[in-house]
């Protein structure tokens, strides 16, 4: 069973800043997801990744297969991106996402 | 597309009573995934169709818990006889292919009194 850890687990920061929520796993996988949960409950995918780099707007997520991590960088943070950050990972040909516990980023103005 | 759609959005029902929650994915979505969401356990997946075909289903916790698909728009849930500790946000998701992004309906909140 892959065990998935985020770090911190509660992020507090200022309207401009540059936010980094860390993922790990423990056993080896075929794609990683980054997804965005707003405090209405509603859930969003925002990357799905396997190896390299991804940007979207001022959101850029990374992975390294080899040490088992990933990051999800928010460039210039603002209020609106105050949400709970979750971290999912598959492994193998079945496609059960095993999640982290969440990250809950607040950004104030 | 309307995207994901899940009913009832909230469900409030006696201990014992049996709970159907109603999934319609996205048109053209092969696979289909159930998750249910609480603060002490966070989300995680109950059981996943593909093509109509529950294909993984070892997280459903026990027999009161049971799915069915039986077309390309549109599943179930239903846990029968409901308990107290089944309150959660239950959410369907649905995805072209089954490793990429999924999309995320808005969640049906039970709470078993």
Same mark, same amino acid.
């Given at each position: 069973?892959?065990?998935?850890?985020?770090?911190?687990?509660?992020?507090?920061?200022?309207?401009?800043?540059?936010?980094?929520?860390?993922?790990?796993?423990?056993?080896? @996988?075929?794609?990683?997801?980054?997804?965005?949960?707003?405090?209405?409950?509603?859930?969003?995918?925002?990357?799905?990744?396997?190896?390299?780099?991804?940007?979207?707007?001022?959101? @850029?997520?990374?992975?390294?297969?080899?040490?088992?991590?990933?990051?999800?960088? @928010?460039?210039? !943070?603002?209020?609106?991106? !105050?949400?709970?950050?979750?971290?999912?990972? @598959?492994?193998?040909?079945?496609? /059960?996402?095993?999640?982290? /516990?969440?990250?809950?980023?607040?950004?104030?103005? | 597309?309307? $995207?994901?759609?899940?009913?009832?959005?909230?469900?409030?029902?006696?201990? $014992?009573?049996?709970?159907?929650?109603?999934?319609?994915?996205?048109?053209?979505?092969?696979?289909?995934?159930?998750?249910?969401?609480?603060?002490?356990?966070?989300?995680?997946?109950?059981?996943?169709?593909?093509?109509?075909?529950?294909?993984?289903?070892?997280?459903?916790?026990?027999?009161?818990?049971?799915?069915?698909?039986?077309?390309?728009?549109?599943?179930?849930?239903?846990?029968?006889?409901?308990?107290?500790?089944?309150?959660?946000?239950?959410?369907?998701?649905?995805?072209?292919?089954? $490793?990429?992004?999924?999309?995320?309906?808005?969640?049906?909140?039970?709470?078993?009194?």
């Amino acid at each position: 069973k892959n065990e998935v850890e985020q770090s911190p687990q509660n992020l507090t920061a200022q309207e401009g800043e540059f936010i980094t929520i860390n993922c790990s796993y423990s056993v080896g @996988i075929s794609a990683l997801h980054w997804l965005q949960q707003h405090p209405g409950g509603g859930i969003v995918s925002l990357f799905m990744l396997s190896s390299g780099k991804k940007k979207h707007g001022r959101l @850029i997520a990374t992975i390294n297969i080899q040490e088992k991590h990933s990051s999800l960088h @928010i460039t210039a !943070s603002h209020p609106r991106d !105050s949400a709970v950050y979750i971290c999912a990972v @598959i492994g193998g040909s079945n496609y /059960k996402l095993t999640f982290g /516990k969440g990250t809950l980023l607040t950004v104030n103005p | 597309d309307a $995207g994901v759609i899940q009913s009832p959005r909230h469900e409030v029902t006696e201990m $014992g009573q049996e709970v159907t929650l109603r999934c319609k994915p996205i048109s053209g979505h092969d696979y289909l995934f159930w998750y249910r969401q609480t603060m002490m356990r966070g989300l995680e997946l109950l059981i996943y169709f593909n093509n109509n075909v529950p294909i993984d289903d070892s997280g459903m916790p026990e027999d009161r818990f049971s799915a069915k698909m039986p077309n390309a728009s549109f599943s179930t849930l239903k846990i029968q006889p409901s308990e107290p500790r089944d309150s959660a946000v239950y959410f369907c998701a649905s995805s072209f292919v089954g $490793g990429n992004e999924q999309y995320f309906g808005p969640g049906t909140r039970l709470t078993v009194t």
